[in-house]
């Protein structure tokens, strides 16, 4: 619609109709002989405020949405239709890698061919708004959704929010391929203390501005046409009512002119907080705030007319809000075609294709970790005896918590695929133990009930998975977190994989030596135990559809391994929040001098996470040269080339993620030990060498200095080029103005 035409709309609509547009609904009360009740008739919201609701939240089917748009229409004074949104995380129904695994991939193109599958599949089943990508910087691996964030990196976690964002919304976003994609948590949402859920931030100007903000920024300059506010608090005021955060930050500096929407009962919540003394308040706040959707507390639709009546609102903050969803509405095509891609025919041949599937496998196979091989044992060498133990062999739950638009009876298990694929292996398989021990439940699942045993069954299974043990030439344990251990409301203060579990690995090794862990997760987990008693970890997170294809093909070398840790695996849960990216102290303990008390340490581990973030094996050897750099000066304006020679030294071909890390040596403000600026994955035959160079600009050495400015400052800069955050070999340059 031209912008004039849709202007005349909006001038024509009601003050109601305006508000109604404020509001989120959820899908279930579109649906057929629905009544308002429960929670949703709490709200205090009625039949004619569903009608006038701008979007609604949960529903989805080609079928079912052009059925609720079509009636929903007809009821609607002006005939304006809906916003159909709903959390596509990792995929709608070719369910690929958690976010978290994504990042282990370290390529953000992958991503967006990923994002652009679930945008296809998800518009022909009559979506318009997915709420991803979550931009959240995470640190804290005791918070559950980390699953949902791409790392513990401001530069990887940037990269990769701007990928996903252009490939929700492609070129051209009334194309019926494509999806609005909603930035989140702004701002700051995981920096939850003690890594709980829904729980208080508390950063510096600086932290936040350097470290957690420039991920969202990255989404919004990509083009998001949504931002979702988050849960917790900025500087002591809940972020859903934060002026300061939403318009001067979001508004102003970054220049987001998008749809702001709040997340699920966020405004109400202000009450809880302390903050807003009622309803009416916190939705005079919000509006002031310039939250745009209201989602799922109802306080917009109660109250907004009442306090427009009383002169507490102005009218022109209700309609700023209502103009900016109209032209999100009219940049989907929504007023010439209602129900844009919904299509139930192209819905079934898009929907887990070929081509969908084979991309999903490819980034699962992109984003396995190798954390450990010892000598060698990976990948599996033929003819060897195996057998495949654990709950999650024949599993098809590995889907990851927020894919439950995807179907596990879709997912190809473990066992399913070494039944095909390793026909020059004597295979076997038993299930070992239960994914959790008796005594543990999932509080708050009521729609989900895991199997359950008796104190027999389970023994059973342990006494067969020793026999079997014994009969064979390396055991395959797949071992990890129950699916809904993490995702939202998940946080855990001990993050070990279950007592069960661990038990089959301990009485496995005693018949059984030759051990390889594939290690399902959705965070990163406290696996010393298992270091010590696996010759081979493998990472695998939450794969997705075709996760049972991709690790078996992993295992017996078909692929190799070329992820890196996109966040570090702590050597214990004392550590938390453990990063690489930390400042220096004034008393810097230096690993082997043990007896220096008076500097920052701990008495009973050592600093260092277990693995760090960048790490991760292949099947292969590389060799990294020191880096050289083509100068040694840089002025502003200028570029400086890195570079280091790359050689395969193994015995097979590989890839390699070359990574480039900067250290600010001496600047206004403490300056981390270092960050990464860049990296290059690379593929080398046996025995091939490649240059591999980064041309580090001034830009790259940006800060938030002591004065307040985001700028660089003069003096001297290493540079650490290698294959981890790890690297101490470095070269140095010196930044000048002149």
Known sequence: MENSKLQELFNEMSIEEKIGQLFQATGAVYEEEAVISGPVKELGINERDIYLAGSVLGTMGAKKTKQIQKKYMEKHPHHIPLLFMLDII?????????????????????????ASMAAREAAADGLHVTFSPMADLVRDARWGRVMEATGEDVYLNSVYARAMVEGYQGEDLSDKETLAACVKHFAGYGAAEAGRDYNTVELSERTLRDFYLPAYESGIQAGAELVMTSFNTIDGIPATINKKLMRDVLRKEMGFDGVLISDFG?????????????????????????????????????????????????????????WRVLKLKNKLGLFENPYKGADEGVAEEQILCQEHKELAETMATKSFVLLENKNNILPLSKGKKVLFAGPYVNRQEMLGAWSFTGDISDTITIQQ???????????????????????????????????????????????????????????????GEHFLQSGEATSRAMIEIPENQMKLLERIEKINPNIVVVLFNGRPLDIRKIKQRAKAILEVWMPGTMGGNAIVDMLVGNNAPSGKLPMSFPYCVGQIPVHYDELNTGRVHVPGRDKDRYVSKYLDIENKPLYAFGYGLTYTDFHISEPVLNKNTMRKGEKIVASVKVKNCGERSGAETI??????????????????????????????????????????LRFTREDGVFASEEGEFEVFIGNSSEEERRAKFVLKSE
Request: charged residues 30%; contains cysteine.
């Open 90 to 114: 990792n995929g709608y129904k070719t369910v690929y890698q958690i976010p978290l695994g994504q990042g282990a991939a370290f390529e953000p193109e992958l991503a967006r061919k990923c």
């Open 266 to 322: 966020a405004i109400g919540e202000t009450i809880i907080h302390g903050v807003s003394e009622d309803r009416a308040d916190a939705a005079r706040r919000a509006l002031e705030a310039g939250v745009d959707i209201d989602m799922m507390s109802g306080v917009y639709p109660q109250t907004l007319c009442q306090l427009l009546d009383e002169k507490k609102i102005e009218l022109e903050r209700i309609e700023e809000c209502a």
């Open 417 to 479: 695929a070494a039944e095909k694929k390793m026909k020059n292996y004597e295979v076997c398989f038993c299930r070992g133990c239960p994914i959790l021990p008796k005594e543990m439940k999932l509080d708050g699942f009521v729609n989900y009930k895991e199997e359950e045993f008796t104190e027999k069954e389970i023994e059973k299974m342990l006494t067969e998975a020793e026999s079997k043990a014994e009969q064979a030439d390396v055991v395959v344990l797949a071992l």
């Open 659 to 700: 990574q480039l890390y900067i250290h600010d040596v001496a600047a206004s403000v403490a300056r981390p030990k270092k960050q990464l600026k860049g990296f290059q994955k690379i593929e080398l035959q046996l025995q091939e060498e490649q240059e591999v160079s980064f041309a580090i600009s001034e830009e790259m």
